[in-house]
């Protein structure tokens, strides 16, 4: 997915539905932190991309919540 398609995507959703956004991808992280250090992971990009994504999806719900 796109990153305008992806945060135009977030910010529809409420605080709550961010909040399990944020904790599905903290758990994929994890995940593939897991794989990469067992040297199952192929695409190692992917971190990159989910670690962003959870600085989007936490900086929304900062926005969100200030406002």
Do not use: G, H, P, Y
């Amino acid at each position: 997915m796109k990153t305008k398609e992806f945060l135009d995507e977030l910010k529809t959703k409420s605080v709550e539905e961010l909040s399990t956004d944020l904790v599905t991808a903290k758990k994929e992280l994890f995940n593939l932190k897991f794989q990469n250090a067992t040297n199952q992971l192929e695409n190692t990009s992917r971190i990159k991309e989910v670690r962003r994504n959870i600085a989007r999806i936490q900086t929304l719900i900062a926005e969100k919540s200030n406002a």
